[in-house]
């Protein structure tokens, strides 16, 4: 583990490539019980009882997870910047014709649709620039339309990854912090990177685009006591354009 200076968003990428056939396997068959349990139905429950009209799943990966957003809405779009997950979403994920996968940058992303719910499931901490992906989901939105999603909780992950103790680390600031990819007790040679960033940035990043929280879940996971997941639902503001 280390922490990196800089980093591009090509590297990112091609981190995510490079790791995209295991992470679809490792969900597929069941490993990582951290998503098939905790986050998938916790996201879930989150979303309205009503029907949404479009719905845009943000940072799709290998679509399994819009695999159960499939009931939820009549017209799913999935986007994500990694070709290989995009590729392996389009060929492995049942479908039926309201939904497709598009590879595409989630700060510009834009298709002349407004959505009534946008969902992003574990990918603002692994973004370089958050503040312009959310002032875009702001966009994306209709007037009082939702926005979901879950992070690594900014206040106990670096317990949990025990990187809090490193010299390097400063809570209050934004990091760039590089490892094996893991799931529980098991890693992967395969490294990817994610940002830790204060809780307060991302709450301030909402309110500056109108996004209000109205419910916030801290989720623990296995063998550990804290709460190593957060997930946040957000409406936007209707005087808001």
């Not at 280390?2 to 068959?29: M, S």
């Not at 109108?210 to 639902?233: A, D, Q, T």
Request: hydrophobic content about 35%; aromatic content about 12%; charged content about 25%.
């Amino acid at each position: 583990m280390r922490k990196l200076d800089k980093i591009e968003k090509k590297q990112i990428i091609e981190q995510w490539n490079l790791i995209a056939q295991e992470r679809f396997y490792q969900i597929q068959n069941g490993e990582d019980d951290s998503f098939s349990n905790i986050l998938v139905p916790n996201m879930i429950s989150l979303l309205s009882s009503k029907k949404y009209e479009k719905l845009l799943d943000l940072g799709c990966g290998n679509g399994i997870f819009t695999s159960n957003l499939i009931s939820h809405s009549n017209e799913i779009i999935g986007i994500d910047l990694s070709e290989k997950n995009i590729e392996i979403a389009r060929g492995n994920i049942p479908l039926n014709n309201n939904t497709q996968f598009v590879v595409a940058d989630a700060e510009t992303f834009n298709n002349d649709i407004k959505y009534d719910c946008i969902i992003s499931n574990m990918v603002l901490m692994d973004v370089m620039n958050v503040d312009r992906i959310v002032c875009n989901i702001s966009k994306l939105l209709i007037k009082n339309g939702e926005f979901i999603f879950s992070i690594t909780h900014p206040c106990y992950w670096p317990i949990y990854w025990n990187y809090y103790k490193e010299d390097w680390f400063d809570y209050n600031k934004e990091l760039i912090i590089e490892n094996n990819f893991r799931i529980g007790n098991t890693s992967i040679e395969q490294k990817t990177i994610h940002f830790h960033r204060p809780l307060e940035f991302y709450f301030n990043i909402l309110q500056k685009n109108s996004l209000n929280i109205e419910v916030m879940k801290e989720l623990k996971g296995k063998n550990f006591n804290l709460p190593r997941f957060l997930l946040i639902k957000c409406r936007k503001e209707e005087n808001y354009d």
